[in-house]
Nanobody, 117 residues
């Protein structure tokens, strides 16, 4: 089963930027659709952005124009570049990977993002 490890979270001021990384353990990286989700305290886990195995990206309305998802096949890594961060972006960010053929899937442990002055 694939293992998913996130990194890159931290504390940033409003208007700042962070880049999150999601590393997949499998060398069959090409066959995984990967999504970034976030969960704030007391709220449900929401989809932030998704990138398919072919590289097609979709975004939730609340991050469009500010966040960019990308993937590096050589590094089996998916990135989430977050710009113009707002306090309401504060949450634990999770990476989710799903194999497009077998449907095998896994969540990462999450990385905390805090946007505060």
């Amino acid at each position: 089963q694939v293992r998913v490890v996130e990194s890159g979270g931290g504390l940033v001021q409003p208007g700042g930027s962070l880049r999150l990384s999601c590393v997949l353990s499998k060398n069959t990286f090409t066959f995984y659709t990967v999504g970034w989700y976030r969960q704030a305290p007391g709220k449900q886990r929401d989809l932030v952005a998704l990138i398919t195995s072919s590289g097609s990206a979709t975004y939730s309305d609340f991050v469009k124009g500010r966040f960019t998802i990308s993937r590096d096949h050589a590094k089996t890594t998916v990135y989430l570049q977050m710009n113009s961060l707002k306090p309401e972006d504060t949450a634990v960010y999770y990476c989710y990977a799903r194999h497009v053929i077998t449907d095998s899937a896994a969540w990462g442990q999450g990385t905390q993002v805090t946007v505060s002055s």
